[in-house]
């Protein structure tokens, strides 16, 4: 009879010991909800929505990242797929050296306690030298420059997953805006002979 007292009063308590332990995120990849085309404009709404948001190490999302789940989220967000991971995430793409890098691009570190060569973390080249990523639990999503010394050090190389061109120098708008431009030319020239 003690013993069943005992355990009325130890069940509680193992339960909440126990729920303490259990963690409050889903490891689980989760894939992206599509709701851009790929554009700057899309990735700069990103980039600018992302920013600040906390660290979580093995989440890629919406509220919270580790570094490839930052890029992950990021790309998957405009349709494009690629790896969770950031070692995998370096072996696609085309490799772009430092000096040709373009907004979009992933930028590749080792961030190890001992450098070993070994790409641990990934971010997302912004322009002007800089890159934002999912940096540490204490200071959540940031924009930092590749010329920090830290980051300069341990850079290893960059890959450019896609080619983000500016709708001004995109094919497709070149030809509406000459075509348009055309049309405009004609209409005002008829509406010249018209009047004349």
């Known amino acids: 009879m003690i013993y069943l007292k005992k355990i009325k009063y130890v069940l509680p308590i193992l339960g909440l010991i126990l729920s303490g332990c259990a963690s409050k995120y889903d490891y689980t990849i989760h894939k992206p909800k599509v709701l851009y085309k790929p554009s700057l404009s899309a990735l700069d709404k990103l980039n600018r929505r992302n920013l600040g948001k906390r660290y979580v190490w093995a989440e890629e999302g919406p509220y919270c990242f580790d570094c490839s789940g930052l890029t992950y989220f990021t790309y998957g967000t405009m349709g ?16 772009v050296p430092k000096s040709q890098l373009k907004k979009g691009d992933l930028v590749f570190f080792d961030t190890g306690k001992y450098f070993t060569g070994r790409v641990t973390h990934v971010g997302i080249y912004i322009g002007n030298g800089k890159f934002e990523h999912a940096s540490t639990s ?10 920090n010394l830290y980051y300069k050090r341990r850079y290893l190389g960059a890959r450019r997953i896609y ?6 120098q995109n ?8 075509a348009k431009n055309n049309r405009l030319s004609y209409m005002s020239g008829a509406i010249f002979w018209r009047y004349y």
Not at 80 to 88: F, G, H, N, Q, T
Not at 138 to 147: E, Q
Not at 171 to 177: A, F
Request: no cysteine; net charge positive.
């Open 138 to 147: 204490k200071r959540g999503v940031v924009i930092s420059s590749l010329n």
């Open 171 to 178: 094919p497709y708008y070149i030809e509406q805006k000459e």
């Open 80 to 95: 494009i797929e690629i790896p969770r991971v950031a070692r995998e995430q370096f072996r696609v793409g085309t490799p």
């Open 163 to 168: 080619n983000f061109t500016p709708y001004y």
